[in-house]
């Protein structure tokens, strides 16, 4: 624990923590607002607007006795500096005095303000930050009126500067705070920004290649305190007061990121609520303040013109629009035939009332089939034993500690846990990345570890020796499932209980077990009974009918095959995709942004996501159409809303007992609060409000006894003469329906790609750049090769989605053969 | 590459600082002897050389006043044209040279040939006016001087084409 020290502020004594950066105690503890402009809590402080100019003293004692120096009327003497000083780069001690009212430092805040002003374009009217813009705040509360400055001796720049696809940079507007530099260098870790000249002329510059194109680009233009930095995507979108942001959860990947959705009546889109931007929202367990560009641009296949708006139904062979009535009425033809040979499959943004809704229907017709799309994933046990403890921090680990990742590249899967890691490593931790190939963490990582196909579980079993893991005050294992087999995977997550055990980690805070799931609520379809082990039986063999609730099924062929063998499938979605191309009744679902519901994130917090926009055409909350095929088949009428769905769900979910959405819509508080409201620190991130969820106790936190269970690595695959192993990867831009509908984004998803090792390309004959085929499993992809001095010999890392038609999604043998290019005809 | 031509003078720049990256100052000196100016090209190649992002080169480039960023003449000449220097007349004469190579402020002859720009103090208001040209100091200058060195250097230029044209460039 820090030690209290009590300082005065403006006169009063203030007790805060020792140390403390002067500004964050000052507004935490004073309630004092010391007005900034490059200070930001989540950097080093730097000193360079000269904003949060105070005056600073310290009482005085006596040398000889150490006695307090004492004025005339009993107050103790004060010795105050003959400057004022920065309060961002002043950390408190027991002593100090602040004054920050005073005629000298008001004088120095407008002028500071008339100086940043000096050469600033003023041009708010037609400025994306107008409404929330710390300059605009400051300077109506501490600036000066009018400007001394005759416009005409205003320095010009640039205003529309490209600085990668998705970032603008006005030049005249930046007001040198340096935020953006400092974001990319301390917290992204990839320097691709800088200052150019100096003084009035100095510019945000990237002469980098690649340039700004980092998964995290967006979070500058939240930081940024002006309307330097816009995005592509909102840039001349709106006006923030015309905004409601509209608490939600991002439907991207296992982290969870706390976002809101900046909500406005749209005419260009028919006069209805759409997603103007995506903004961050602060969750200090979480995401902090930072979103992926994924969760910030990824959010148009909402309004996607692709979306189903009606239901379908085979006549005489070809899906045909129909009535929602009946096409539940032939599902529930098809359901009531089949007894209880029915399979449900929940895919990765199903939600848990979605998912209770398909238990209750499966209980019902007396199936116990519950999967989980996709299929690669092994058994989630483990998870729920030694899952990091309730109340964990990543932004706590440091010095002492250890951060061990297995077969993830967390770049691509979780792209916030990727920063956390790196920002864990730079405070001291330990962090050891281990997988079978490169992967960026690398960079950051003290140590990395290099295993063969099939060696992740063999590295993790022997890793309770490593003096590092063994020692480390706080350890957190990510454990995802790059290169695995489903079974492997469920074997690694075992050794990784094993480990935590052993080493006396499991269920302490800051400890545990992270899965990198695929899905936002992968973890809430375990949690509801789902198990993608279920799914692979239903591939082996197929139920009469299969209920499909959005997961993309046939991008396997045997997911194909389950579908072409079960008699009638019934495929809920929000998109026309391979799955629903081979359904017999197709009903349309809302998308997250629609409709209320919870995603439970792969740290087992539970979240509240809120309805923002109106339903596209006829679809329905996944929960109700369930319902109604239910109710057809004899069950209650479907529950009224999602918040009944989630009580009932917390009813008879022991793990979820108490997580009633009132409970979940209670926000923690945010230490320091960096939400838009009350705004001190500039930026817009929004502020907690629609909760930040609530966890479910692992196992080991209840003190439960956990045992050991020896684990043994499962055969790995083996590639035959002529062959290659090709491992498919999760890369975070892929060209799923859910992503690629925002077209912003076309630029940074690439062409259909494999990464072959130089050796093995020139040994089958193939180029970079030229064209191969792979074949595997009865399937074939036809993909661009490239060359990769990084990837592993023997294997072919083949990312996930980016080409059309179905693949294996598991390790698997197969073959890579050049594609002679057609000559062109002249 | 630098890296091949002077890998000598490299190896002796890197001797002199513990960290690599304190050497970006002496690297670019070296790069703008090389190419004239810092290049785009420079600014990656000692990004390589000393483990840092090719932004950050550019970036310290950009803050000093004697990295060339574009290409300019074989005689830069930087003209003190600050208070005290303006006191004895730098601003005069200032204007008088520019109106003798027919150029602007800023600008370059089309000959390629002198560059001239005004600067902020050089620590030399005694000795005003007075200018920098390739980082030598040239100082209680007046346009009679002044001639004669432009004549001076365009001689010694012709000279420096000459050998080159032969293939045999005058040490400096
Ligand atoms: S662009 Fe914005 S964040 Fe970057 S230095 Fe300028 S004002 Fe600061
Ligand atoms: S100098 Fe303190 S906030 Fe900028
Ligand atoms: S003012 Fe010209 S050299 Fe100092």
């Given at each position: ?24 105690a ?7 607002e ?11 402080p730097?000193?360079?607007c000269?904003m949060?100019?105070?005056?600073l003293?310290?009482e005085?004692r ?9 004025n005339p009327?009993?107050?103790?003497q004060?010795?105050?500096?003959r ?26 805040r407008?002028?500071?303000?008339e100086?940043?002003l000096?050469?600033h ?5 037609v ?7 710390p ?26 500067v490209?600085l990668?696809?998705l970032i ?5 507007r930046?007001?040198q705070c340096a935020?953006c530099v ?8 990839d320097?691709v920004?800088a200052?150019h000249?100096?003084g009035?002329r100095l510019q945000?510059?990237?002469t ?32 923030p ?7 939600s959860?991002?439907?991207h990947g296992p982290?969870g990121?706390?976002i809101?959705?900046s ?8 006069g209805v609520?759409?997603i ?22 990824g959010h ?9 708006r009606e239901a379908?139904?085979?006549?005489r ?12 009425k032939?599902?529930?033809k098809?359901?009531k ?9 929940g ?11 398909l ?7 007396g199936?116990?089939?519950?999967g989980?799309?996709?299929a690669?994933l092994?058994?989630a046990?483990?998870?729920a034993?030694?899952?990091?403890a ?10 002492g500690?250890a ?5 993830s ?8 846990w990727f ?8 405070r001291?931790a ?19 570890v290099?295993?063969?196909l ?5 590295f993790?079993?022997g ?5 590092t ?21 469920g ?24 899965p ?9 379809g ?16 197929a ?8 997961a ?23 998109f026309?995709?391979?799955t ?6 197709v009903?349309p ?5 629609e409709?209320d519901?919870?995603?439970?994130n792969?740290?087992?917090r ?7 926009q ?5 679809s ?9 095929l239910?109710?057809?088949?004899g ?6 809303s ?8 917390a ?6 007992a ?10 923690a508080?945010q230490t320091?609060p960096i ?5 001190f620190?500039?930026?817009?991130a929004a ?12 196992k ?8 050991v ?9 083996h ?9 498919p990867?999760r890369r975070l831009?892929?060209?799923a329906?859910?992503f ?15 990464a072959?090792h130089p ?7 193939a180029?970079?750049?030229g064209r ?10 036809d ?20 080409a ?8 698997v ?14 | ?7 000598d003078r490299?190896?002796k ?10 050497a ?20 990656a ?6 483990g840092?992002?090719p932004?950050?080169?550019?970036s ?9 960023e574009?290409?300019?003449?074989r005689y830069?000449l ?12 730098a601003d005069k ?5 520019l109106q ?6 800023g ?9 001239v720009?005004h600067?902020?103090?050089l620590?030399?208001c005694?000795?005003a006016?007075?200018?920098?040209c390739?980082?030598?100091y040239?100082?209680h200058l007046?346009m009679?001087t ?7 250097w365009?001689?010694?230029a012709g000279?420096l ?6 293939g ?5």
């Amino acid at each position: 624990m820090t030690t209290t020290v009590t300082i005065h502020i403006d006169g009063v004594p203030y007790a805060v923590p020792d140390g403390m950066n002067l500004v964050d105690a000052a507004r935490i503890y004073a309630g004092v607002e010391i007005p900034i402009f490059c200070y930001h809590p989540k950097m080093k402080p730097v000193g360079m607007c000269r904003m949060c100019l105070v005056d600073l003293g310290f009482e005085v004692r006596d040398r000889a006795t150490g006695e307090l120096a004492l004025n005339p009327d009993g107050t103790p003497q004060v010795r105050w500096g003959r400057k004022l000083e920065t309060g961002c780069t002043t950390t408190v001690r027991a002593g100090m005095y602040v004054r920050t009212r005073t005629e000298q430092v008001q004088e120095a805040r407008r002028d500071v303000l008339e100086f940043l002003l000096s050469s600033h374009p003023l041009d708010c009217p037609v400025c994306d930050k107008g409404g929330e813009c710390p300059l605009q705040n400051l300077t109506m509360r501490h600036g000066p009126g009018t400007s001394r400055m005759a416009y005409d001796d205003k320095l010009h720049l640039d205003k529309h500067v490209p600085l990668g696809d998705l970032i603008y940079l006005d030049r005249e507007r930046c007001i040198q705070c340096a935020r953006c530099v400092r974001f990319q260098d301390e917290v992204v870790g990839d320097d691709v920004l800088a200052f150019h000249e100096r003084g009035r002329r100095l510019q945000i510059i990237t002469t980098s290649t690649p340039g700004f194109d980092t998964y995290f680009s967006g979070n500058t233009t939240d930081i940024c305190p002006v309307g330097a930095l816009t995005t592509a995507d909102f840039r001349f979108g709106a006006r923030p007061w015309e905004l409601t942001n509209v608490p939600s959860i991002s439907p991207h990947g296992p982290v969870g990121e706390n976002i809101a959705l900046s909500m406005r009546l749209d005419r260009d889109s028919g006069g209805v609520q759409v997603i103007k931007r995506v903004i961050p929202r602060q969750n200090e367990d979480v995401n902090e303040i930072w979103i992926s560009d994924k969760t910030r641009f990824g959010h148009h296949f909402t309004l996607s013109p692709d979306r189903l708006r009606e239901a379908l139904a085979r006549k005489r062979g070809e899906l045909t629009p129909v009535a929602l009535d009946d096409a539940l009425k032939a599902a529930a033809k098809a359901l009531k035939e089949a007894g209880n040979s029915v399979g449900f499959i929940g895919g990765p943004m199903t939600s848990n009332e979605d998912f209770f809704a398909l238990r209750e229907l499966a209980a019902h017709v007396g199936s116990r089939k519950l999967g989980l799309w996709p299929a690669t994933l092994g058994d989630a046990a483990p998870a729920a034993e030694v899952g990091i403890a309730s109340g964990s921090r990543l932004t706590e680990l440091g010095k002492g500690d250890a951060v061990l990742v297995v077969a993830s590249d967390l770049e691509e899967e979780a792209p916030i846990w990727f920063l956390q890691a790196k920002q864990a490593a730079d405070r001291g931790a330990a962090l050891i990345v281990a997988n079978l190939r490169e992967t960026k963490l690398d960079r950051y990582a003290s140590r990395t570890v290099r295993y063969g196909l099939g060696g992740a579980v063999g590295f993790l079993d022997g890793a309770a020796s490593d003096e590092t893991l063994a020692q480390a005050a706080n350890l957190v294992v990510f454990v995802g499932n790059e290169g695995l087999g489903a079974d492997e995977h469920g074997v690694l997550l075992r050794a990784a209980a094993n480990l935590l055990i052993t080493t006396g980690h499991a269920g302490r805070r800051n400890n545990g077990l992270i899965p990198v799931w695929p899905g936002a609520n992968t973890q809430g379809g375990f949690d509801l009974g789902f198990e993608s082990a279920a799914t692979r039986a239903m591939l082996q063999s197929a139920p009469d009918v299969l209920i499909v609730v959005g997961a993309d099924v046939a991008e396997t062929p045997a997911g194909a095959a389950a579908l072409d063998a079960a008699k009638f499938v019934i495929a809920l979605s929000l998109f026309p995709d391979a799955t629903t191309a081979k359904a017999d009744v197709v009903l349309p679902i809302q998308s997250f942004a629609e409709r209320d519901g919870t995603f439970t994130n792969a740290m087992r917090r539970v979240q509240r996501f809120y309805t923002a926009q109106g339903p596209v055409g006829e679809s329905l909350p996944a929960w109700q159409v369930i319902g109604l095929l239910g109710q057809r088949l004899g069950m209650d009428r479907p529950r009224r809303s999602a918040a009944l769905v989630m009580k009932a769900l917390a009813e008879s979910v022991k793990l979820y007992a108490g997580m009633s959405y009132p409970a979940l819509a209670e926000a923690a508080v945010q230490t320091p609060p960096i939400g838009i409201s009350p705004g001190f620190y500039g930026g817009t991130a929004a502020a907690p409000t629609g909760g930040t969820g609530l966890q479910w106790p692992s196992k080991a936190e209840s003190r439960a006894k956990l045992s050991v269970t020896p684990v043994e690595a499962p055969q790995a695959v083996h590639a035959g003469a002529g062959e290659l192993v090709i491992v498919p990867l999760r890369r975070l831009y892929d060209r799923a329906p859910e992503f690629f509908a925002s077209a912003v984004m076309h630029g940074r998803i690439p062409q259909p790609f494999v990464a072959l090792h130089p050796s093995d390309a020139a040994r089958l004959g193939a180029v970079d750049g030229g064209r191969v085929k792979l074949s595997a499993g009865g399937a074939s992809l036809d993909v661009t090769a490239v060359v990769d001095a990084t990837a592993p010999e023997g294997l072919a890392l083949l990312p996930q989605r980016l080409a059309p038609g179905a693949f294996p999604q598991e390790p698997v043998a197969g073959r890579v053969e050049p594609v002679a290019e057609a000559v062109a005809a002249d | 590459m630098l890296k091949d031509k002077y890998a000598d003078r490299i190896e002796k720049i890197f001797a002199k600082y513990a960290d690599k990256r304190s050497a970006v100052m002496s690297l670019l000196y070296l790069a703008q002897e090389e190419y004239g100016y810092v290049t785009e090209d420079a600014c990656a190649e000692i990004a390589a050389l000393i483990g840092t992002d090719p932004t950050q080169v550019r970036s310290i480039a950009g803050f000093y006043t004697m990295f060339r960023e574009e290409p300019k003449g074989r005689y830069w000449l930087q003209v003190c044209t600050d208070l005290p220097c303006a006191l004895r007349g730098a601003d005069k004469f200032y204007e008088e040279l520019l109106q003798e190579l027919g150029i602007e402020d800023g600008g370059t002859t089309p000959d390629g040939m002198f560059t001239v720009e005004h600067v902020m103090c050089l620590a030399a208001c005694d000795r005003a006016p007075m200018l920098q040209c390739n980082f030598h100091y040239h100082e209680h200058l007046d346009m009679d001087t002044m001639r004669a060195l432009i004549a001076q250097w365009r001689a010694e230029a012709g000279v420096l084409a000459e050998a080159a044209a032969v293939g045999d460039a005058p040490a400096e």
